[in-house]
């Protein structure tokens, strides 16, 4: 059981839970904007697509850990869900071992999103993705 709110210090929050089992206390930690995510745990790559989403700004702003032989890939889809030609999988910039809390993604170098109204699938080996902005 939680035995306390949420501790707050340099851009992380703390957890205090006690076991009442074995009568320990232990402390667990996340950033902040970093408490809930989308991963995949196995061997093989995970894939996902996203609804309809609208976006405000003309990029995609990642928070996402990606390990070291892991990699995001982003292909993007306009409202009919058609693959929007220089913004499929192949031609997106691949990330991989980074953490960052805002990564602008790219394809080909080129991070302007083509609509505003998007749908998007991504491809996920041994990375975390925290929020999409």
């Given at each position: 059981m939680a035995t306390n709110k949420p501790y707050i210090h340099n851009n992380k929050m703390y957890f205090y839970f006690v076991n009442t089992e074995n009568k320990s206390m232990?402390?667990?930690s996340s950033k902040l904007d970093r408490f809930c995510y989308i991963s995949n745990k196995s061997d093989n790559e995970c894939t996902f697509q996203i609804?309809?989403?609208k976006f405000n700004e003309n990029k995609i702003k990642l928070n996402l850990k990606v390990n070291n032989n892991g990699y995001i890939l982003i292909q993007l889809c306009d409202k009919d869900n058609q693959i929007i030609p220089?913004?499929?999988f192949?031609?997106?910039?691949k990330i991989s071992n980074i953490d960052s809390?805002?990564?602008?993604?790219s394809w080909n170098n080129n991070s302007t999103l083509p609509y505003n109204e998007l749908i998007i699938s991504f491809k996920l080996y041994k990375a975390k993705?925290?929020?999409i902005n």
């Open positions: 232990n402390i667990y609804k309809l989403t220089n913004y499929d192949d031609s997106f910039d809390l805002e990564y602008i993604v993705l925290y929020t």
